[in-house]
């Protein structure tokens, strides 16, 4: 078995970590944590689980690793609906299991980020056990969103806000006499009420909450919803349904306000008071890339993720103008550009690129890889991308546990208006080893079921064979860290034929060939790697469809 399978840990560092700016050009991978490494047999990933794998990622070469949620939460939307910010759940270890796993990925020379989530809590959260039991205008519902209903007797919610997974964005409560209470606003599911970032008191408590985790030696943050934390005043209705359509193309009275904008500055300040290069990541949502721009200006956060990007459809000149439009962007304000392909909420590319068959979706989803690598600025990795896992599409409905599946049918005719609720897809826990009940994952099955041809695609089946998705990972990312013109730094465009892209890195061309059929092209260089095997002729090369390649020059 390879060293990347092996749970040893090393105690020297795999290579050094980059030193100051790290953040401009890092490679960062995501881990799912419940999807990743079950160190227990419950069938669920763990701290535990994550740090024994951490060497496939310093192999891999990664600069970071990003986790999901692993705080106390009852778990009704993955974690994203916590509790207690400073304690993690039992499901996923202890709070040691955090320490270790940080020290740890240290040793190997990566960093660390975590995910906070500022819009909502639980509505296991103490604070929000409390404003239930207030009074209507008591201070401890301040810290929430809390208004009389509308209509002849409050039976109508304040607004018309819809909820992101489907149905109205307020449920009302039930006052302690069994009588119709007020209504609390949940830009998610009922269990995530909205916090209201008008109260000083939510401020100082998060304030403290990230020193807590910056103290115990994370990176940096990712910031869940970074663009929802301020609502517009007097929560305006919007005047349309089927609003979760809207987001990320145009403002809404609920998100991109810019009154967030404050609230980011505050904590740059105070990830700038901290040594070490702590970061600050946006997941943001706005309608164009200058507003996305906004986020990411020398006073505020550090990145954020480029959903225009990964958005984009499988065609050039599309590409281009994202590429173009998120460059002029991000280097108006001095920002790094940020480039993503899949994370814990989309249909994995590898399917969504795959309307000519999986062979087609595997091909470009792997041209894709070597395009975003060689872009200027920093990549972030899905789990399993690596692997060029696909979506899983067939899940029975009876595992299923995103919270939009079950407010909305799956013929989506319900008129619920929010996401499909079909994110699990993407979440099924990796296949590290060709055999045993969960390909490796735990010591016992996987929350969600594996699909039995996921045996070729493991860690171990792909380890050593050049013509894998792995490797072809292992290789782009070793090139990537050896190569100076790539990472942060200039770009430019060549000429090339309709449905074909070619840029320029210092010392580099990248080569992409988005069509159906094979391109010829005068040999730009000395072939470094490519995602199809190419073949010559007289000072030529035929780029295969569906394909990227580097070249030195």
Not at 60 to 86: H, I, K
Not at 247 to 275: A, K, N, T
Not at 367 to 386: D, I, K, M, N
Not at 517 to 542: F, H, I, K, N, Q
Request: aromatic share 10%; proline share 8%; hydrophobic share 35%.
């Amino acid at each position: 078995m390879t060293q990347e399978l092996t749970t040893s840990l090393p105690t020297e560092p795999v290579r050094p970590s980059k030193g100051p700016g790290w953040w401009r050009d890092a490679v960062i991978y995501q881990v799912y944590v419940r999807s990743f490494a079950d160190s227990d047999g419950d069938g669920i990933g763990d701290l535990r689980g994550a740090r024994e794998r951490l060497p496939h990622l310093a192999g891999l070469g990664v600069d970071a690793v990003w986790l999901t949620p692993f705080y106390a939460s009852p778990q009704a939307d993955g974690g994203y609906d916590v509790a207690d910010y400073r304690t993690v759940d039992p499901l996923f270890g202890t709070l040691g299991d955090a320490d270790d796993l940080v020290r740890t990925a240290h040793e190997l020379g990566l960093k660390v980020i975590v995910d906070v989530v500022p819009n909502h809590s639980s509505d296991q959260h103490p604070w929000f056990r409390e404003a239930l039991a207030d009074r209507p205008g008591g201070a401890a519902r301040t810290r929430y969103h809390f208004r009389g209903g509308r209509g002849t007797h409050g039976e109508l919610p304040p607004n018309d806000w819809e909820s992101v997974f489907g149905g109205p964005a307020w449920t009302r409560t039930t006052d302690p006499d069994g009588t119709p209470g007020e209504w609390y606003l949940h830009l998610f599911a009922p269990e995530q009420p909205d916090l209201n970032w008008d109260s000083p008191e939510v401020r100082a408590e998060f304030d403290s909450v990230l020193r807590f985790w910056l103290d115990l030696g994370v990176d940096g943050f990712r910031i869940d919803v970074a663009h929802g934390m301020v609502k517009a005043a007097g929560l305006p209705d919007i005047g349309r349904t089927e609003q979760a359509k809207l987001i990320g193309s145009q403002v809404l009275p609920f998100f991109d306000q810019d009154g967030v904008h404050e609230i980011h500055r505050s904590w740059r300040r105070l990830l700038d008071s901290y040594p070490g290069d702590r970061i600050g990541v946006a997941e943001a949502w706005a309608p164009t890339s200058e507003r996305l721009a906004l986020y990411v200006r020398p006073d505020e956060l550090h990145q954020a993720f480029n959903f225009q990007f990964l958005k984009c459809p499988w065609d050039a000149a599309a590409m281009r103008q994202v590429i173009d439009e998120s460059l002029a962007a991000t280097g108006s304000v001095g920002a790094p550009t940020t480039w993503v392909l899949s994370n814990h909420d989309v249909v994995r590319h590898t399917t969504r690129y795959a309307d000519g068959g999986p062979e087609r979706g595997l091909a470009r989803a792997r041209a894709a890889a070597l395009l975003t690598l060689a872009l200027p600025g920093s990549s972030y990795l899905y789990q399993g991308e690596e692997l060029g896992l696909p979506e899983v599409t067939d899940l029975p409905d009876e595992l299923r546990q995103d919270p939009a599946f079950f407010r909305t049918s799956p013929d989506g005719e319900d008129g619920q208006n929010g996401q499909d609720g079909f994110r699990d897809g993407c979440r099924v826990p990796l296949p590290w080893t060709r055999s045993g009940e969960s390909y490796g994952f735990g010591p016992g099955g996987s929350w969600l079921p594996q699909p039995d041809d996921w045996s070729g695609l493991s860690v171990e089946a792909q380890t050593g064979d050049p013509g894998s998705t792995l490797e072809l990972y292992r290789g782009a990312l070793a090139l990537r860290r050896e190569l100076p013109g790539l990472g942060d730094g200039p770009m430019s465009w060549l000429k090339a034929p309709a449905g074909v892209l070619a840029l320029s890195r210092p010392g580099l061309v990248c080569t992409l060939n988005t069509l159906g059929e094979e391109v010829e092209l005068p040999v730009p260089g000395r072939a470094l790697l490519s995602s199809a095997p190419l073949s010559y002729g007289a000072g030529t090369v035929r780029i295969p469809p569906d394909s990227c390649a580097w070249w030195a020059i």
